[in-house]
């Protein structure tokens, strides 16, 4: 389990092996079950998730406790940076303005997606992955992985959000400036399901945000230090994580410490 958690042996069970009686034995019983949580999530969580994680199985303790026992303990959330595109690849038209500043901030699910895409290293190579999130679940609605970056990778994710949400005219849908979503057939599929469009001011990446956080979150707990041998390796742990994972278990303090699917079941 050691090797499993990148902790060493000794450095844990000098941890668990502490004096055993009051706090010192209570700290040992939180200590394996947050070392448990721990493990479940592949050491994707930090204090804040697995805080949350013991409050919901009924665990009264202080967030701080948490963040000590995992730091004495030598528990990390993985983190990484995400890969961002060259601004060459963008093309600009000035009737597409961010019309998120024109509304409200969303307070129900398909009032308003965004989406994106990035970059993964795939080999000496690059695949690149383009989702459809909801603003006000968090819920990654579609999906796909493409060696070519074009408009039909995103025409791939629209198209599907489309049909397995069935969304009410008026949807505002919310990406970058980058050329894939500026394409023709793109703008023209949007119009036809009465979805209005919005993109990024130039320069303002942080326009996108939910989706520079999914990515942020995609790189630190599934990419790093995980080489990807082809395309095909990274489609199967990118449904492993996107269906399983992300939108079903892993808790998002923007909604509550819940999972997107538990979110939206409250909401309706």
């Known amino acids: 389990m ?9 450095g844990y069970y000098d941890w668990l092996s502490r004096g055993q009686s009051g706090h010192a034995r209570a700290d040992s019983e939180l200590g ?36 000590r026992l995992m730091r004495e303990a030598g528990l990390k959330a993985r983190v990484d940076r995400v890969y961002r595109r060259q601004k060459k690849s963008r093309t600009f038209f000035k009737g597409l303005v961010n019309r998120r500043l024109e509304q409200e901030k969303a307070s129900k699910i398909n009032q308003q997606w965004t989406a994106d895409v990035t970059y993964i290293k795939v080999g ?19 999906w796909a992985l493409s060696d070519r970056l074009d408009s039909n990778l995103t025409m791939f994710t629209i ?29 023209h599929l949007l119009a036809e399901h009465g979805v209005e469009q919005s993109m990024n001011r130039p320069g303002k990446c942080t326009d996108n945000a939910e989706v520079e956080s999914f990515f942020k979150s995609l790189k630190g707990e599934l990419i790093k230090d995980a080489p990807i041998a082809n395309l095909r390796h990274l489609r199967e742990k990118l449904r492993k994580y ?21 979110f939206e079941k409250q909401c309706t």
């Not at 690059?126 to 459809?132: I, T």
């Open 2 to 10: 050691c090797r499993h958690l990148s902790v060493s042996r000794s």
């Open 32 to 67: 394996a079950e947050i070392a448990f949580i721990y493990r479940k999530s592949e050491g994707r969580y930090g204090s804040p998730k697995i805080h949350a994680a013991l409050k919901a199985k009924g665990l009264a303790v202080s967030r701080k406790r948490v963040a």
């Open 124 to 142: 000496n190579r690059w695949g690149y992955l383009a989702v459809v999130i909801d603003v006000y679940s968090k819920k990654v609605l579609s």
């Open 159 to 187: 198209v599907k959000a489309l049909a397995s949400r069935k969304p009410k005219r008026g949807l505002l849908f919310h990406t970058d400036r980058g050329r894939e979503y500026c394409a023709d057939r793109v703008r």
């Open 242 to 262: 996107i269906q399983y994972f992300y939108n079903r278990t892993r808790l998002h303090s923007s909604i509550g410490y819940m999972s997107p699917i538990a």
